[in-house]
């Protein structure tokens, strides 16, 4: 008797009957034997390289292996952001781009995420999504090729001018002003800045290249988090998800520290390094406004590392095998009928009703709109840390940009850890989405403690003469940087920022100082002498370096913040559990890609744009463009300063925690990672038996 007869004679097996499949609770060999001997053949549960499936690669189709590819992206996709943030100033001054231009194009990653993350994830979690998530990562390394071609259009220009004059003192008048220096430079513009401004021409070329490639980058990095998390949520058991999801938060701080370093590597060599020696490198120094860096070097790069991080996802099924199995144990249990829909492909309309059936789910669940309020609260901290970290602690304790990157070396350690034991708690304990909130919402509650606390704890305003102190012998309450010492000086209102400290008090420039002699020592480097202001003062270059309080403070205040960041990022696998437990199954790619438009438009959009406009309203001094354009600030008031940056802190902080405890009350688990009725009935499930 042939196999077909026996299925069809055997009270124990299946009996198939039209569409119509029953299962019985116990089932004889030669149907297990088939059903495994189906499951081998199909490829969807293999790993494959177009139609070969070789038995060697079978062994990395795991869910330890995707959760490694899926890091590694990750962190890819992080040093391709951190890069272009850390070099963007060096763009501006490559391709004469203003900070509105430069504003535009670290916006546009995030702005393209915001468009295209809810029908990526829609429509991509019902196909392949290694696949999708593969096509993507190639987008990405395409855009950061292409933020390269404005290096390889622009022909090499050795850096033209001399070095600018000193800021002395002189009685000469008719000095520019704001008022008449824009009419100046259109009417009698110099020779150099003339040989500058042609490559304006050029600039909306390199502007456009610049633009595309962010755009490519914004739309590929779209399916990878939320595509890949919910692929891996398929893949364990339900308590086991917030680990593997700690172990991606791993990306971010490893990815940030790589791309930083990448940029303080590349910028220290000549942007023209592949085209002339080392010996024809202009003899400027590093800090000289004309020198540009490799900006470029670290594109490559990025590119690289996204372009292979890509590849194995083109070798993953296209449903972890992991899931398959616990969808054939869950169809063991006893006479189970079920009808199978035949596959027919969906038409547009109904594609476009089902997501907005779905978006309505999302709207209407409280708990998913809490959740989404809390990531997006958390979320502009985070984003105001990337944007104006290293800042603060340049403006408020008056670091060097180097010291204040080593604070980022010491809370990257300290972030993993958080990250691996807040997964490693919720799997230990197995908790449930209802516990999770509990969680999340205990350990925000110390780090809003620390931001508080951090409010009053800073340094003094620095005494800067006309600035925060009256020169000595000007009355009292008469701040202004034209004083008796300087008034003949004929100090222009548009100066060049080149502090010196004499005795304890900082001159915004030489000119201010009274200052009339300079000489030049062998490794160039200027000394100023005979300074009217102070005249029989040490004169030292650069700012008045800070007291031993503001030191101590400083290390208390990194103190506090590794305690802050550290409790914050226990939560984070919390977060990631709660949006995917309180939806049903098929809407969790969805719910995720909900949550990233929420946190962007509402967190990663506004937030450096307000935090920029309150810092501003810190500002004491301004510095001023050539055209009579207002810069960056020169001086800050410290105290208002560290009360904004911190005071703004702590209300989104305590904006999370009472969204984290609408979140508890809210809450309802639909699912644990299981398959659910619905997608049953789409048939799905039944591939192992077709």
Known sequence: MDEDSKLKTNKDGVLPSGNVLRTVSTRSDAVLMKEKKDDDNDDDAKCVCDSCTPSWLQC???????????????????????YFGAVVSTLERQFNMDSVKSGVLLVINDMMDFIFVIFITHFGHSGHRPRWIATGLFMAAMGCFLCIVPHIMTEYVPPGGKNAEPSLCSSNTGLPTKQNMTAMYE????????????GLQSMWSNVFWLMLGQILIGIGNTPLKPLGTTYIDDSVEDHKTGFYVAMLFLATPIGAIIGYFTSFMSLRVYVDFDRISMEEWPQIAQSDPRWIGAWWFGFAVASALLAVSAIPFLLFPKEPIECRKKRTNSEAPAMDIRVV??????????????????????????????????????????????????????????????????????????????YLIGGYVIKRWKLNAKQCALFGFFVDAPSCLMYFFLLFVGCPNSDVAG?????????????????????????????????LCINNVTFMSPCHAGCTVMEKQQNSQKMYSNCTCDPDALVQNGACPVDDVCNTNFMLAVLLIIIALGTSSLGRSADIIVSLRCVD???????????????????????????????????????????????ACLVYDRTRYRHVFYGMYTVLHLCALFCWLMVYFTVEEKNKGMDTPNEANDGQEMNDFE
């Open 60 to 82: 990395f189709k795991g869910v330890k292996f995707f959760t490694f590819v899926t890091l590694f992206a990750l962190l890819s996709k992080v040093f391709a952001s951190t």
């Open 187 to 198: 009417n009698e513009m110099p020779a150099g800045i003339m040989e500058e401004t042609e």
């Open 341 to 418: 829909k035949p596959k027919r492909k969906k038409s547009v309309m109904e594609l476009i009703k089902g997501l907005l059936q779905a978006l309505k789910r999302m709207a209407t669940n409280p708990a998913m709109v809490f959740i989404c309020l809390s990531s997006s609260s958390g979320s502009a901290a985070y984003a105001v840390s990337g944007a104006f970290g290293i800042k603060y602690f340049v403006d408020e304790f008056g670091k060097s940009n180097s010291s204040a990157s080593l604070v980022g070396i010491a809370i990257l350690p300290v972030l993993i850890l958080a």
């Open 467 to 499: 600035v925060t102190v009256p020169y000595t012998g000007g009355l009292p309450g008469n701040v202004s940087l034209i004083a008796e010492c300087n008034n003949q000086c004929g100090c222009p209102e548009i100066y060049n920022y080149e502090p």
């Open 585 to 631: 199954k098929e809407d969790r790619s969805l719910a995720l890609g909900i949550k990233i438009f929420i946190v962007n438009i509402l967190a990663f959009f506004p937030s450096p744009v307000y935090f920029g406009a309150l810092l501003n309203w810190t500002c004491l001094e301004f510095a001023y463009k050539p055209t009579g354009e207002r810069g």
